[in-house]
């Protein structure tokens, strides 16, 4: 019996500013994983400039191998002479290989101003909660986890 696969995916080689161009119009979060070398610097550039293909997009997931190309790349999305300006809203590293001395790096980047009245992180995208800031993300994920508590079946209780 054949089942529905129920998150379809398809992979399609391209190159770095080949896939922001198909997949980057109307994207909210963009997942990039560079090589050691970073960031594509047509991406960098795409995502600093004021275009409005890009404008949707919100978030950047940056998972980084090279802390030299995070450091320049951060270096360049943080810079707002001129151009888009992005926040590091969260930062972290983990040890994929015990017993290396490799770190990956994952960055969160939330963007602080967007084209032609576009919604900031600080305009209306994050709420006030009960004395914490809370994204939009955070909230969906409470969400789903309270909608989940709800959907488990409880357990007959015996005497």
Do not use: M
């Not at 080949?18 to 997942?31: C, K, M, S, T």
């Not at 404008?55 to 998972?63: G, H, K, L, M, P």
């Not at 590293?93 to 017993?99: C, D, R």
């Not at 209306?124 to 009960?130: D, L």
Request: hydrophobic share 30%; glycine share 6%; aromatic share 6%.
């Amino acid at each position: 019996k054949k089942t529905k696969n129920p998150c379809p995916a398809s992979f399609v080689a391209l190159a770095a500013a080949d896939a922001l161009e198909v997949d980057g119009p109307g994207a909210d979060v963009l997942i990039v994983d560079p090589p050691r070398k970073g960031l594509d610097p047509d991406v960098l550039d795409a995502l600093r400039q004021d275009d409005d293909r890009y404008a949707s997009i919100r978030r950047i997931c940056y998972v980084s191998c090279g802390f030299d190309a995070l450091e320049r790349d951060l270096d360049a999305l943080l810079d707002d002479k001129n151009h888009q300006s992005w926040a590091l809203t969260h930062a972290e590293g983990h040890v994929f290989f015990p017993g290396s001395d490799h770190l990956e790096t994952l960055a969160i980047f939330d963007r602080v101003g967007g084209p032609k009245g576009a919604p900031t992180t600080t305009q209306g995208r994050k709420k006030k909660n009960k004395g914490t800031t809370t994204t939009n993300y955070q909230q969906q994920q409470q969400q789903q986890q309270q909608q989940q508590k709800r959907r488990r079946p409880r357990r007959p209780q015996t005497a």
